[in-house]
T-cell receptor, first 114, second 109 residues
Framework: ETGVTQSPTHLIKTRGQQVTLRCSSQ?????VSWYQQALGQGPQFIFQ???????GRGNFPPRFSGLQFPNYSSELNVNALELDDSALYLC?????????????FGPGTRLLVL | GIQVEQSPPDLILQEGANSTLRCNFS?????LQWFHQNPWGQLINLFY???GTKQNGRLSATTVATERYSLLYISSSQTTDSGVYFC???????????FGTGTRLKVLA
C-alpha cells in the first residue's frame, strides 16, 4: 500500500509568480485536505476535496485554489505569490470526509517565496 | 472561532522520564485528534479522542469534553519521541480541523 506522496519536496519562487503543488492520496482514499504550516505554527486548513468537489474551505483568499482528479489525486494552486505564502504545505488523505476518519499526511512541500 | 491552546510550549526531558501535555479549547467540540510531527516535518496521527481515554503503548490520551481539555501522556520517553505534538479540534460540522500551536518536545539521551 502506497502512502501519501507530494511533489515537489522543495520549491523556490518569486513574488507574483504562480505555483502548483501535487498530492497523491493513499490507495482507497477519496478525500484530500490541504494545510499551510508557517514556521513555528500549527497547520492551518486551506480546503478539502471529496470526490472531485470542494467540501470545505478555511480562511484563505481565492488565489488559493485546488483540484481533485478522478483517481483522487489533488493539486493546490497559488496565484500571485506573496512573501507570507512561504510555508510547508501538507496534504492529507482519508477514507471519507468525516471528522473521525484518520488523516494520513504526506511529507509536505516546502515553498519559499523571495 | 474556536481557540486551541497547548501547554507547555516547550519541554526538555531526559530519556525515560514521563510527561503530560495539555490542550485547552474554547468551545465544545465533537472531534479531537492528537498528532506528532517529527523533526523532518512528517505529521502522524496518534489518537482520535473526542472523549474518554485511549492507550497505545507508551502513549495515552484523555479528553474531558465537558471541561474543554485533553491530555496526552508520554511514559518512559525515548529520543524518537522528540518533535512537536499538536492537538486539533474540529470546527463544528465543517470538517475543518483547528490546530493548536503545539508542544515542542526534546528528549535527551
Amino acid at each position: 500500500e502506497t502512502g501519501v506522496t507530494q511533489s515537489p519536496t522543495h520549491l523556490i519562487k518569486t513574488r507574483g509568480q504562480q505555483v502548483t503543488l501535487r498530492c497523491s492520496s493513499q490507495s482507497g482514499h477519496n478525500t484530500v485536505s490541504w494545510y499551510q504550516q508557517a514556521l513555528g505554527q500549527g497547520p492551518q486548513f486551506i480546503f478539502q476535496y471529496y470526490r472531485e468537489e470542494e467540501n470545505g474551505r478555511g480562511n484563505f483568499p481565492p488565489r488559493f485554489s485546488g483540484l481533485q482528479f478522478p483517481n483522487y489525486s489533488s493539486e493546490l494552486n497559488v496565484n500571485a505569490l506573496e512573501l507570507d505564502d512561504s510555508a510547508l504545505y501538507l496534504c492529507a488523505s482519508s477514507l471519507a470526509p468525516l471528522a473521525e476518519e484518520t488523516q494520513y499526511f504526506g511529507p509536505g512541500t516546502r515553498l519559499l517565496v523571495l | 472561532g474556536i481557540q486551541v491552546e497547548q501547554s507547555p510550549p516547550d519541554l526538555i526531558l531526559q530519556e525515560g522520564a514521563n510527561s503530560t501535555l495539555r490542550c485547552n479549547f474554547s468551545d465544545s467540540v465533537n472531534n479531537l485528534q492528537w498528532f506528532h510531527q517529527n523533526p523532518w516535518g512528517q505529521l502522524i496521527n496518534l489518537f482520535y479522542i473526542p472523549s474518554g481515554t485511549k492507550q497505545n503503548g507508551r502513549l495515552s490520551a484523555t479528553t474531558v469534553a465537558t471541561e474543554r481539555y485533553s491530555l496526552l501522556y508520554i511514559s518512559s520517553s525515548q529520543t524518537t519521541d522528540s518533535g512537536v505534538y499538536f492537538c486539533a479540534v474540529e470546527d463544528s460540522g465543517t470538517y475543518k480541523y483547528i490546530f493548536g500551536t503545539g508542544t515542542r518536545l526534546k528528549v535527551l539521551a
